[in-house]
């Protein structure tokens, strides 16, 4: 008879369950580049609700951030490499 094949469990990501910044008190800005760069891929993508954890307001603010600051040439479009 035919072995049955093991699945193999997807890998769990963890999530923060509470929102980076209503736990700091802050707001997203395109002047805090440092703060902007936790929440984007290497590659330059900005990061989902589901992987950063923050909440739909801040969520919306963090994305015309990053855009905000993409269109300053404070943050690149693309990531190098």
């Known amino acids: 008879m035919a072995e ?9 990501i963890v999530v923060p369950k509470s929102c980076y910044f ?6 997203a800005t395109f002047l805090d580049v440092t703060s ?3 929440f984007t891929t290497e590659r330059g993508k900005i ?3 589901t992987r950063t954890g923050l909440c739909a307001k801040h969520q919306r603010r963090l994305t015309s951030a990053v855009k905000h600051a993409r ?8 990531g190098r490499g």
């Open 71 to 78: 269109h300053l040439a404070l943050m690149p479009f693309v």
């Open 22 to 27: 209503c736990k700091e008190k802050k707001t």
């Open 4 to 12: 049955k094949k093991k699945r193999i469990p997807k890998r769990k």
């Open 47 to 49: 990061l989902s609700r």
């Open 36 to 38: 902007l760069q936790k």
